[in-house]
């Protein structure tokens, strides 16, 4: 007979909207009561078509939600000098709080001089090698937000992930890495896969929790996922026919899993949600709140 059950779906965007509510009533709390409005610098160098796209998305959620922004529009041709000067004039600026710098940067950017030059206080991306040390060590101050926002999406399902078998496939600085530290905070134990994974079907297989960050379109198989699992998808792709898919075969996966979130819907309205946290929670660490 076939199997006709399917998993929950995790909706990220109902998480999301709920998380920006909250940010919200918090936002107004804090300039009533302390004279303090949260701010965010966005900084874009340059004409990158998708970065443009996310730079307005996140100016917009920032006054959606009451944090003020500061938008920063600079010339491709910008010496990274000049980008150093702006970045020390954001560090020491009262009014903002969260310094955002949009990647990728021009090839005459060092990037990773430029993210090392935020002050880890008001890195609200969470990549610089001081948060990403603090949470090594597990005591963060600013999480990267893909991540972050897999945990609050995993929290939404009243999961109890202490001693689960959790296996994240990609381990780059922005996702599985940072996504392997938070797990382990909440006692998972922890796989990281990644393109060089031997048996990456076998070790899925195992996973009480699959964190999917690869960029491979429906990758992952219905018939990898454990039953009753559940599937996070992080990865965002085009498929032939022109649809956004994520790593996962959703339909094959949802047959198995327990918990899935789909693609679009799931992990991206989280992203831009925690960088709002992270600016508020900044922005009262920097006021001592
Ligand atoms: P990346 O390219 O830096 O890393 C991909 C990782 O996947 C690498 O570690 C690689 O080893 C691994 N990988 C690639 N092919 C593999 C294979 N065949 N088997 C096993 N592992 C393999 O990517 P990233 O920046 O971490 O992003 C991953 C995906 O998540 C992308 O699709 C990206 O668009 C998406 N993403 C989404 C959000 C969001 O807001 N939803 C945010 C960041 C990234």
């Known amino acids: 007979m076939e199997n006709l059950k399917t998993a929950s779906i995790i909706d990220g965007k109902e998480v999301s909207a709920r998380v920006r509510a909250e940010l919200k009533a918090e936002i107004e709390y804090l300039k009533q009561k302390h004279g303090l409005t949260p701010g965010l610098a966005v900084v874009l160098v340059g004409e990158n078509p998708a970065s443009k796209v996310y730079v307005r998305n996140k100016t ?29 004039e954001l560090n020491a600026s009262k009014e903002v709080h969260g310094i955002l710098v949009q990647l990728p940067l021009p090839k005459q950017i060092n990037e990773e001089k ?53 296996v994240i496939i990609g381990r780059s600085n922005i996702v599985g890495k940072p996504m392997a530290m938070m797990l382990l905070r909440k006692n998972a134990t922890v796989t990281i896969c ?3 994974t031997k048996d990456l079907p076998e070790k899925v297989r195992g996973a009480d929790i699959v964190i999917a960050a690869m960029g491979r379109a429906q990758f992952v198989k219905g018939d990898w996922i454990k039953e009753g699992a559940i599937v996070i998808d992080v990865g965002i792709n085009r498929a032939p ?17 327990s918990f899935i979130t789909p693609v679009p819907g799931g992990v991206g309205p989280m992203t831009i949600a925690m960088l709002l946290k992270n600016t508020v929670e900044a922005a009262k660490k920097l006021a001592s709140i």
């Open 60 to 88: 917009r959620a920032c006054e959606e939600t009451g944090i003020r922004s500061f938008q920063h529009t600079l010339p491709e041709s910008l010496s990274e000098g000049e980008l150093l000067t702006l970045i020390k």
């Open 194 to 196: 990644h393109s060089r």
């Open 114 to 166: 430029v993210l090392e030059s935020i002050s880890p206080q008001k890195d609200v991306d969470g990549f610089h090698p001081y948060n990403m040390g603090r949470l090594m060590i597990g005591s963060p101050l600013l999480q990267p937000c893909t991540p972050f926002g897999v945990m609050r999406l995993l929290e939404s399902t009243g999961a109890d992930l202490s001693g689960k078998e959790a």
């Open 241 to 257: 026919d022109g649809k956004l898919v994520g790593d996962v075969d959703f339909e094959g996966a949802s047959r198995k899993a």
